[in-house]
């Protein structure tokens, strides 16, 4: 209901600056990079993820997760980023506020992936504590909510890091690779030290 919506308009939730890296909305001129850089890390990538369509590296399904990105926006149900590296504007990963709650919870899921040759290198860390800041600026939320396996050392490593705290273990939480598993359970508020280092923005 628009009675209870605290959010930001769409317009100014598509660009988020942190250090050394950059955040912005996918769009279709990004797709030879994010196939290639999805390609090359599937192997990588697929002990942790849902198992991907057949089609998922396509042209065509790129534009449809545009459309559907562009109608999440617009709804304020979800922001998805793609993260990439000031200088030379290197792809490196994607970051995503989904799962949006509005009303007496102002709540949100992160998701995140890293492509292969960038993982190790802080890249991650800096653009979750640049777009975690940018989630209690901009899309005025109160809670961040993440989860991972818990046999998913570099993840509980990096939620710790940026000082999402711990909350508990969810019992087949997500059916990753095929296969419905448990998951620990992190929780980030805006009370929280972290969401006191605000991203710049400067689009």
Known sequence: MALFRLGPSSDNATFVRGDGVYLRSPEMRDFEQWASLRHLSRNFLTPWEPTWPSDDLTRASFRRRLRRHASEIENDEAYPFLIFRDGDDALLGGLTFGQIKRGVAQAATMGYWMGEPFAGHGFMARAVRAATGFAFATLRLHRI???????????????????????????????????????????????????????????
């Open 145 to 203: 909510e993440a989860a991972c396996l818990p046999h998913n050392e570099p993840s509980i490593q990096l939620l710790t890091r940026t000082n999402f705290q711990p909350e508990g273990i969810a019992r087949a939480y997500l059916r990753i690779n095929g296969i419905w598993q448990d998951h620990l359970l992190f929780a980030l508020l805006e009370s929280d030290p972290v969401s006191l280092r605000l991203p710049r923005r400067d689009r």
